[in-house]
Every structure is written in C-alpha cells, then in structure tokens.
C-alpha cells in the first residue's frame, strides 16, 4: 500500500496542516475578534467594576 513515512516527512506533512487550517480559518478569527472588540466598545457600563460592598 503505501511506504513508511519518516519522521520528518510527518512533522512535515503536520506543520503544513496546522498551517493550512490557521489560513483557511483567519477570516473566521478576525470577524470574531472585530465582533468582540465591537461589543466591548458599545456596552463600557458592563466592565465597570462595583465598589459599592455592603
């Protein structure tokens, strides 16, 4: 069937995936991050914290 790999074709063929799913998945992770950084900037009174202890 098919040969052995060595173990530096593996790491290889690893850092190649790893790397092609950060670059198909990026548009996914900028517009998650765009959408948190909206939020936090639209709603400053829920991250105020209370100094009012009873």
């Known amino acids: ?3 052995r790999l060595t173990l ?4 290889f063929a690893g850092v190649l ?3 092609g799913g950060i670059y198909i998945y990026q548009p996914i992770f ?3 991050t765009r ?3 909206a ?3 639209k ?3 829920a991250q105020e914290p209370e ?3 009873s």
């Open 1 to 3: 069937m098919f040969g």
């Open 8 to 11: 530096p074709q593996m790491i």
């Open 17 to 19: 995936g790893v790397g």
């Open 30 to 32: 900028e517009q998650y």
């Open 35 to 37: 959408d948190q950084r």
């Open 39 to 41: 939020l936090k900037e």
């Open 43 to 45: 709603s400053p009174t």
């Open 51 to 53: 100094d009012k202890k």
